[in-house]
């Protein structure tokens, strides 16, 4: 059985990285140590956590925005923030209905809407109700909106019945710092407006 010190002085010797990351870590100046792996000072990282829009610092926090529709918007599609678990973080901003992209990068684009209706009417035998929901961007790029998800439906004629169509999109997309992002629906007196049902968002990779 090992006596007690000798027991001790093992455990010291057989971890010498252990005691250089130590050496290391109190050398350090004390206001590097106020976000560890980010070398934010103490101060800015506390100000960057109470306010994560205002002080947004490229390269630390990831952007993210997921939004909801707007029940109270009857004529458009209406996009609303801080409810319903909706949220604009690290940059995100919301602007005249689009997104304002903080920084350039990779991002995840994705969005859903569900469109329903009492039913067909009798006398829409060959005329389809049209259902469509596009992401579009407008960049210093391109002259004009530029489609990045786009999907169709139609509807009736089909079932007498009540009907119901949903539509989710996303995909990975190159933006580019200042690049806003918005939609444009055909059907929205269809949508059903709920935060589970009609949602828009994206976050950086």
Not at 48 to 62: D, M, N, S
Not at 76 to 90: K, M, P, Q, V, Y
């Amino acid at each position: 059985m090992t006596r007690p010190g000798h027991l001790y002085l093992l455990r010291v010797h057989g971890n010498p990285l252990l005691l250089l990351l130590l050496g290391l870590l109190l050398a350090l100046p004390s206001e590097t140590q106020g976000l560890p792996g980010v070398g934010l000072s103490a101060s800015t990282a506390r100000t960057a956590q109470q306010h994560p829009q205002k002080h947004f610092i490229p390269g630390t926090l990831k952007p993210a925005a997921h939004l909801v529709g707007d029940p109270s918007a009857q004529t458009s599609l209406r996009w609303r923030a801080n409810t319903d678990h909706a949220f604009l973080r690290h940059g995100f901003s919301l602007s005249n209905n689009s997104l304002l992209v903080p920084t350039s990068g990779l991002y995840f684009v994705y969005t859903q809407v569900v469109f329903s209706g009492e039913g067909c009417s009798p006398k829409a035998t060959t005329t389809p109700l049209y259902l469509a929901h596009e992401v579009q961007l407008f960049s210093s790029q391109y002259p004009s909106h530029v489609p990045l998800l786009s999907a169709q439906k139609s509807v009736c004629p089909g079932p007498q019945g009540p009907w119901v169509r949903s539509v989710y999109q996303g995909a990975v997309f190159l933006l580019t710092r200042g690049d806003q992002l918005s939609t444009h629906t055909v059907g929205s007196s269809h949508l059903l407006l709920s935060p589970s049902s009609v949602f828009f968002g994206a976050f950086a990779l």
